[in-house]
């Protein structure tokens, strides 16, 4: 089902709706801010965890060195890590504090209970390990339905897959 066709429910967010947001795409953003307007409104309880907000500061880190830097933002940490950090890092954490602060926005925790379960989804879904944790706090949490466009998700017979461009295969 397409990210835009959730009417209501409860649903875990993957990383890759929340970069979409902070880094739109024009195409995209109408299908995006309406997902999380009706996670604003409570017609949608949403839940992502402590491990999504790592890979989503991660990921908006490299992409904002590449605009600063116009360079690899890899060889650019390798040299300056501290600087790079220090230049691009806080305008990101302004941005993730806004984002967990959404009404209906569940932030979980990752816990040690977690590993057991993550190592199992490693070998029962062929997923690789943050994927796997990823599910393992859905398991924990008890949900089944996940926005994402990343596919490998599509492996878990028992997820339901919301995406925005990138549909499942049938």
């Known amino acids: 089902m397409r990210l835009d066709e959730i009417a209501r429910g409860k649903v875990y967010v993957d990383v890759n709706v929340f970069y979409m947001y902070l880094r739109p795409d024009p195409a995209y953003l109408p ?13 949608i309880e949403a839940y992502t965890s402590i491990l999504t907000m790592d890979e989503l500061f991660y990921r908006l880190l490299l992409a904002r060195i590449k605009d600063v830097y116009q360079r690899d933002p890899l060889q650019v940490l390798r040299e300056d ?28 925790a990752v816990t040690e209970d977690d590993f057991p379960q993550m190592l199992g989804n490693i070998t029962a879904f ?20 996940i926005a994402t466009d990343d596919a490998d998700f599509d492996r878990v017979h028992w997820l339901q897959r919301h995406w925005v461009f990138n549909a499942p295969v049938p």
């Open 31 to 43: 299908i995006i801010r309406g997902f999380l307007g009706r996670i604003v409104q409570g017609d």
């Open 81 to 108: 890590a501290s600087g790079a950090i220090a230049g691009c890092g806080s305008e990101i954490g302004v941005a993730l504090r806004r984002l967990v602060r959404l009404p209906h926005l569940h932030l979980a």
């Open 126 to 145: 062929g997923l690789l390990p943050r994927d796997a944790l990823h599910i393992a706090v859905m398991q924990r949490l008890g949900l089944n339905e």
